[in-house]
């Protein structure tokens, strides 16, 4: 099973809001999404990035609209999905599965281009954004126009699946495709449903982190960020936790990635990064 990460977009941050007791200096951050070569479910997707539909797009609320304002992604042109499966020989249509581990814009603006796959995702996190009204999910980050309009029919919900056991300082969790080769791992704290994806079958174990932290850095040295930046998280108390158990799943030889740390890992594809020619 191969897996890769590309980078669809920047966006600058001051140091000290995604690390306690950091400097005032701007941190250009990644957008990264997952493309997973699965033996059996072929190519699937984790995630979107940011894609054009979350900062031009036509169905985009007034929310949506300040929302890119406020925070200026800047869009990695070679980093996008669809160059990117293109790089791949692959189409769209050819994607049937997409993992979306939380409903963040940067993480569902380009759900909408797969008209074929299925969605897995948290039924309960799913179940709970629908009950919401609109200003509520806001406070939750979540953007209802962004999700195409049949995503409920198409939605096979964690809730469903088989679950596995932890063993060996390996988080248990739910057996996305039930052979054991890609778990899905709850990460409460900074969204509602938000869960992680532990490949525990390679050489050395790898956790996909997400949005736990923004910097492993934060996550190393228990550097969990505080206000303001807890005042976008859907359960703050829950963050430090959840970096402990990243801590000890890293000191048993575990590998984790984040979504938006800026440093390049083996998985990242060198055509997401404009910077790497």
């Known amino acids: 099973m191969k897996i890769v990460f590309a980078n669809s977009a920047w966006v600058s941050a001051a140091e000290r809001l995604i690390l306690r007791g950091g400097s005032w200096q701007s941190i250009r951050l990644r957008v990264r999404y997952g493309l997973i070569f699965h033996p059996a479910a072929g190519p699937v997707l984790v995630d979107t990035g940011y894609t054009p539909e979350a900062l031009s797009g036509e169905r985009r609320g007034r929310m949506l609209r300040l929302y890119g304002a ?20 692959l189409s769209p249509d050819d994607i049937r599965t997409v993992i979306v581990t939380h409903f963040h814009a940067d993480h569902i603006s380009g759900l909408s281009l797969f008209r074929k796959a299925r969605f897995i995702a948290s039924d309960a996190a799913w179940a ?6 609109p200003r509520q999910n ?11 309009t049949d995503f409920e029919a198409r939605l096979g919900g964690l809730s469903s699946k088989p679950r596995v056991e932890a063993s060996g300082g390996v988080p248990g969790g739910v057996d996305i495709f039930g052979d054991g080769s890609v778990i899905a791992v709850d990460l409460p704290g900074h969204a509602d449903g938000q869960f992680g994806l532990l490949f525990a079958g390679i050489e050395r174990p790898l956790l996909y982190a997400v949005d ?54 083996a998985y990242d594809l060198a055509l997401s990064d404009p910077e790497a020619g």
């Open 212 to 265: 736990v932290q923004w910097l492993l850095k934060a996550l190393s040295e228990c550097r969990t960020p505080g206000f303001p930046a807890t005042l976008i998280a859907d359960d703050a108390a829950a963050i430090e936790p959840i970096s402990a158990m990243l801590r000890r799943f890293l000191a048993m030889n575990g590998e984790v990635v984040l979504c938006h740390d800026p440093a390049p890992t």
């Open 128 to 133: 709970r954004a629908k009950a919401r009204t």
């Open 70 to 89: 406020l925070l200026k992604p800047e869009l990695n042109a070679a980093g996008q999905v669809l160059p990117v499966l293109k790089h791949f020989g």
């Open 138 to 148: 806001l406070r939750h980050g979540v953007f209802t126009e962004l999700f195409p």
